[in-house]
């Protein structure tokens, strides 16, 4: 059995949904990809059996990760959802003693 790789992809430019759903693609079958920080980085941890993605292949991913994001913004705009509206919660108040 072949020794797993894992690597950081720094998270700019790149939705969670796509590199989640196209990984496989590039790196194999067994290719898996989380969120993941790296000395006050956001991005994610690639571990795989497979080759490392290629800089053309992270250009990919942004782009289709900007494709994303533009689609699932129409689709809000669509249904008059506001993203960013505050959501009342059910919250207790402190008793003090």
């Known amino acids: 059995m072949a020794a797993s790789n894992s ?3 720094p998270g700019f430019g ?3 949904a796509v590199i989640q759903n196209e990984i496989r693609y590039h790196c ?3 290719a898996i990809v989380r ?3 790296f ?3 956001d ?3 690639v571990t795989t059996v497979g080759p490392s993605l290629t800089k053309a292949q992270i250009d990919d991913l942004k782009l289709s990760s900007r494709e994303y994001e533009e689609k699932q913004s129409r689709i809000a705009d ?3 959802v506001f ?3 505050p959501i009342a919660m059910n919250q207790r108040l402190r008793r003090s003693q």
């Open 83 to 85: 993203v960013n509206a």
């Open 78 to 80: 669509e249904s008059n």
């Open 35 to 37: 969120p993941y920080t």
């Open 39 to 41: 000395q006050g980085r």
């Open 7 to 9: 690597y950081f992809v």
């Open 43 to 45: 991005g994610f941890l």
């Open 28 to 30: 194999g079958p067994d």
């Open 14 to 16: 790149i939705s969670r």
